[in-house]
């Protein structure tokens, strides 16, 4: 699993002291940009192939302000033009599930504004990360 850490910032909480709902998103992006390099794959706008279809957070337990939180990233799935990422928001303190994630990403070409399917060097760098659940 790719793995990547966050300190969770005051803004990023809400009126009860913990981390609002949207800002799980922000984290599971950062991760997925993070594990996007860690491929090799850059972040040139200019050559953006993935259009994100579906995001998914289920929560789990509460986080707060200046806790560290660890996301796994991992690929529950690989398709024929889409795969799904799996993310795991751990606190770093307990140790505890904070939240679930899930992503499904497709492979698109914007000049053609239609899906493609996955190349085979970006099929082989997901296959390391694959998890059979």
């Not at 984290?27 to 200019?46: M, N, P, Q, V």
């Not at 986080?63 to 690929?75: G, M």
Request: hydrophobic share 40%; aromatic share 14%; net charge neutral.
């Amino acid at each position: 699993m790719h793995e990547i850490q966050v300190t969770v910032r005051f803004s990023e909480t809400d009126a009860l002291g913990h981390v609002n709902n949207t800002s799980y998103f922000i984290y599971l992006e950062e991760a997925r940009i993070r594990f996007f390099e860690s491929l090799g794959f850059g972040l040139d706008s200019k050559n953006w192939n993935y259009v994100l279809v579906s995001a998914k957070c289920d929560f789990v337990s509460q986080a707060y302000f200046n806790q560290k939180l660890l996301i796994k990233t991992y690929v529950s799935k690989i398709g024929t033009k889409s795969f799904q990422l799996g993310h795991d928001i751990i606190s770093n303190e307990t140790k505890e599930l904070v939240a679930r994630g899930n992503v499904v990403m497709v492979y698109f070409n914007f000049e053609q504004q239609k899906s493609e399917p996955l190349p085979d060097l970006l099929k082989n760098a997901l296959q390391n990360f694959l998890v059979h659940s």
